[in-house]
């Protein structure tokens, strides 16, 4: 029902079912166990040794825990980040199944749902154990210790995501060009995000760098782009009737934007060519090398229907000196 009223996404039932299948598969195995132990007589003297193992009081330092308590705690940041990482893998957005023709914040909403989820429950983990705010905050003391000697790296990655999650400066869909790469952003993790390259590669680039390095956003607030075509014709055309010729061309073409409006410029004179240069905007760059192969098209058909010679380059060969053998056997053809 979600998937068919919603159009910015879809939800992948294959991977809920395969990860609820395992969850059912472990529940069954425990109940098969415990059915196990009940018939042997034996349950209640193992869950009892089990109950005052857990719940046993234990001493570390000047610290007092029980097993029970850190076994809570971990089941309850485990079970968050589990929900989180099912969230983010089943919760797809329509534009994945469509080559990200369509630019979605679903991928950053996504991200801030993970890291609320996982927030909560580490926060109700540590309520529900009973762990001292004392112990809290030796526990967050050691942590920044770790940060400031080996970890800052992966702590400026995990801020830098909540930066792009909020300020959505790339969204999943968004076209980006980082360094000699460019690509579609496929997906903003926690900590890295994935960018799918036209050439079928994927590329894990930490969020770091898509905040502090230069990226070029093709599509940040629109689709739009210039494109770019270089003509040239034989020195014998008017370059009044290929000005008027060209322009027809772009004006009729239904995909070229009227505004910005296109243009045409006398470019150069060349070695054997008078160069004209063809500036139009389209409203999808996805489409742009359909559109420009589409006007190239028309141009070789409308120049070649008005008598205009497109030109290619030619050269002049003088020889200096022939071998002797060569100028007879030449002069003998021509005899015959």
Same mark, same amino acid.
């Given at each position: 029902?979600? &998937?068919?009223?919603?159009?910015?996404?879809?939800? +992948?039932?294959?991977?809920?079912?395969?990860?609820?299948?395992?969850?059912?598969?472990?529940?069954?195995?425990?109940?098969?166990?415990?059915?196990?132990?009940?018939?042997?007589?034996?349950?209640?003297?193992?869950?009892?040794?089990?109950? &005052?193992? =857990?719940?046993?009081?234990?001493?570390?330092?000047?610290? %007092?825990?029980?097993? #029970?308590?850190?076994?809570?705690?971990?089941?309850?940041?485990?079970?968050?980040?589990?929900?989180?990482?099912?969230?983010? /893998?089943?919760?797809?957005?329509?534009?994945?199944?469509?080559?990200?023709?369509?630019?979605?914040?679903?991928?950053?909403?996504?991200?801030?749902?993970?890291?609320?989820?996982?927030?909560?429950?580490?926060?109700?983990? @540590?309520?529900?154990? #009973? @762990?001292? /705010?004392?112990?809290?905050? =030796?526990?967050?003391?050691?942590?920044?210790?770790?940060?400031?000697?080996?970890?800052?790296?992966?702590? +400026?990655?995990? =801020?830098?995501?909540?930066?792009?999650?909020?300020?959505?400066?790339?969204?999943?869909?968004?076209?980006?060009?980082?360094?000699?790469?460019?690509?579609?952003?496929?997906?903003?993790?926690?900590?890295?995000?994935?960018?799918?390259?036209?050439? #079928?590669?994927?590329?894990?680039?930490?969020?770091?760098?898509?905040?502090?390095?230069?990226?070029?956003?093709?599509?940040?607030?629109?689709?739009?782009?210039?494109?770019? !075509?270089?003509?040239? %014709?034989?020195?014998?055309?008017?370059?009044?009737?290929?000005?008027?010729? /060209?322009?027809?061309?772009?004006? +009729?073409?239904?995909?070229?934007?009227?505004?910005?409006?296109?243009?045409? $410029?006398?470019?150069?004179?060349?070695?054997?060519?008078?160069?004209?240069?063809? &500036?139009?905007?389209?409203?999808?760059?996805?489409?742009?090398?359909? !559109?420009?192969?589409? *006007?190239? $098209?028309?141009?070789?058909? *409308?120049?070649?229907?008005? #008598?205009?010679?497109?030109?290619?380059?030619?050269?002049? /060969?003088?020889?200096?000196?022939?071998?002797?053998?060569?100028?007879?056997?030449?002069?003998?053809?021509?005899?015959?």
């Amino acid at each position: 029902m979600v &998937n068919k009223r919603s159009k910015s996404f879809q939800i +992948n039932h294959e991977i809920i079912e395969k990860k609820l299948k395992r969850i059912i598969i472990g529940l069954a195995i425990l109940y098969f166990i415990v059915s196990y132990l009940k018939n042997m007589n034996i349950f209640d003297d193992i869950s009892d040794w089990l109950r &005052n193992w =857990v719940s046993e009081p234990r001493q570390l330092g000047d610290s %007092v825990f029980t097993f #029970g308590s850190v076994l809570l705690f971990v089941a309850v940041v485990y079970g968050a980040i589990y929900v989180a990482n099912l969230i983010n /893998l089943a919760i797809e957005t329509e534009d994945y199944k469509k080559q990200f023709k369509k630019r979605t914040a679903w991928g950053s909403t996504k991200l801030i749902v993970r890291f609320i989820i996982i927030t909560a429950g580490f926060m109700i983990g @540590i309520i529900a154990s #009973g @762990i001292p /705010l004392t112990q809290l905050t =030796v526990l967050m003391g050691a942590l920044g210790f770790g940060i400031g000697f080996g970890l800052q790296n992966i702590f +400026n990655n995990l =801020v830098s995501g909540l930066i792009i999650a909020i300020e959505k400066p790339i969204s999943v869909g968004d076209m980006v060009e980082l360094g000699t790469d460019t690509g579609w952003i496929k997906e903003i993790g926690i900590r890295a995000s994935n960018m799918q390259t036209f050439e #079928g590669a994927e590329i894990i680039v930490p969020n770091g760098e898509l905040i502090s390095n230069r990226v070029i956003n093709w599509t940040l607030s629109n689709k739009r782009r210039r494109m770019e !075509i270089i003509v040239g %014709v034989a020195y014998k055309s008017d370059p009044h009737k290929v000005n008027k010729l /060209l322009l027809g061309i772009m004006e +009729n073409h239904p995909e070229i934007l009227k505004l910005p409006e296109p243009g045409i $410029f006398f470019n150069a004179m060349g070695n054997s060519s008078l160069d004209f240069m063809l &500036n139009f905007w389209i409203s999808d760059f996805v489409e742009g090398k359909r !559109i420009r192969s589409e *006007v190239l $098209f028309t141009i070789f058909d *409308v120049l070649k229907e008005n #008598g205009i010679e497109i030109p290619f380059p030619k050269r002049d /060969l003088h020889l200096r000196s022939v071998d002797q053998d060569i100028t007879i056997q030449m002069n003998g053809m021509k005899e015959k």
